[in-house]
C-alpha cells in the first residue's frame, strides 16, 4: 500500500527523536541496521517501570549516543528523559502521536483531550521549544487500516532552539485525574531534574550530567538533591507527615 511505503513505516509517524528532522536511514527501513536498537536496561518495584531504550544504530549516522529513558511511575505518570550526543551541533525534534485533540496553555501545558481520558504534557527541558502542529495519519493499535491511511490527523513536534552536539530532554505526562500534580523544573551543578507533587507526596527525578558517558577516567560523583551519588538517574520520594 503507498500510504504504508510513505507514512507508516517512516520515523515521523512514530513518538520517536528527529536529528534536524532526520530518522532512521531509509535505506535501513529497508534492509535492516547492522545495529539494531534495543532495550539496555529495565526495573521494576513498588508501582515504578524504568525502562531505557538505545536508539543510538539505528541513529548511528547523526549522532554516537540516544539513549530514551522511561520511568511510569503508578501508572498515571510517565517522565521522558532523551540523553543524546549528536556528531555535530544540531537541534533535536521531539515527536508526539495521540488521539484526540490537543490545546497549549499559556504556561506551555499542552491539553490532549481523547475520547476516554485526557492527558497533559510538560516540557521540563530544553528551556525553550517551539511546539508544531504536524499532519499526519490515521492509525490503530494494531496497525493502519485502509481507511485510516486515508485520514488526516495532528501530530506535535516540539523543537528544541539550540543548536549543539550535546541534548538533554525531559518531558513529564500525566493523566488527567492528576490534574492537581504539580510540576517543577530543577537544576543544580551538571545535573537537571524534575518535581512532582501530588497530593502529600513528593518525588524529585535527577538525572547526571556527569554520568551521561562523555567522561573516560573519572568518576561521575554528583551532588543530587541532597544525595552525593555516581548515580545516572536518581529519583527521590518523601510523604509529609
Given at each position: 500500500?503507498?500510504?504504508?511505503?510513505?507514512?507508516?513505516?517512516?520515523?515521523?509517524?512514530?513518538?520517536v527523536l528527529l536529528v534536524d528532522g532526520e530518522g532512521q536511514r531509509e535505506e535501513e527501513q529497508i534492509r535492516g541496521s547492522?545495529?539494531?536498537?534495543?532495550?539496555?536496561?529495565?526495573?521494576?518495584k513498588d508501582g515504578l517501570f524504568y525502562v531505557q531504550a538505545d536508539a543510538t544504530g539505528p541513529m548511528a549516522h547523526v549522532c554516537s549516543r540516544m539513549y530514551r529513558n522511561?520511568?511510569?511511575?503508578?501508572g498515571r505518570v510517565l517522565v521522558v528523559i532523551d540523553?543524546?550526543?549528536?556528531?555535530?551541533?544540531?537541534?533535536l525534534q521531539f515527536l508526539l502521536h495521540y488521539d484526540g485533540e490537543a490545546t497549549t496553555r499559556k504556561n506551555g501545558?499542552?491539553?490532549?483531550?481523547?475520547?476516554r481520558s485526557t492527558a497533559h504534557l510538560y516540557s521540563i527541558y530544553p528551556k525553550e521549544e517551539?511546539?508544531?502542529t504536524r499532519i499526519g495519519?490515521?492509525?490503530?493499535?494494531?496497525?493502519?487500516t485502509k481507511q485510516d491511511a486515508a485520514t488526516e490527523c495532528d501530530y506535535l513536534c516540539l523543537d528544541g532552539e539550540e543548536r549543539t552536539r550535546v541534548h538533554s530532554l525531559i518531558h513529564v505526562i500525566a493523566l488527567d485525574d492528576e490534574q492537581d500534580l504539580t510540576v517543577e523544573r530543577l537544576e543544580g551543578r551538571e545535573c537537571i531534574g524534575v518535581r512532582l507533587k501530588h497530593g502529600d507526596v513528593e518525588r524529585e527525578i535527577w538525572y547526571n550530567l556527569r554520568a551521561d558517558g562523555r567522561r573516560m577516567h573519572i568518576n561521575s560523583n554528583n551532588t543530587l538533591g541532597t544525595w552525593d551519588t555516581d548515580a545516572y538517574i536518581l529519583m527521590t520520594e518523601c510523604t509529609e507527615d
Open positions: 500500500d503507498r500510504r504504508y511505503r510513505t507514512w507508516c513505516w517512516k520515523d515521523i509517524s512514530h513518538n547492522k545495529f539494531p536498537g534495543c532495550i539496555s536496561d529495565h526495573y521494576e522511561f520511568l511510569w511511575i503508578d540523553d543524546v550526543l549528536c556528531h555535530e551541533p544540531r537541534t501545558i499542552i491539553d490532549i483531550c481523547g475520547e517551539t511546539i508544531h495519519y490515521l492509525s490503530t493499535r494494531y496497525g493502519t
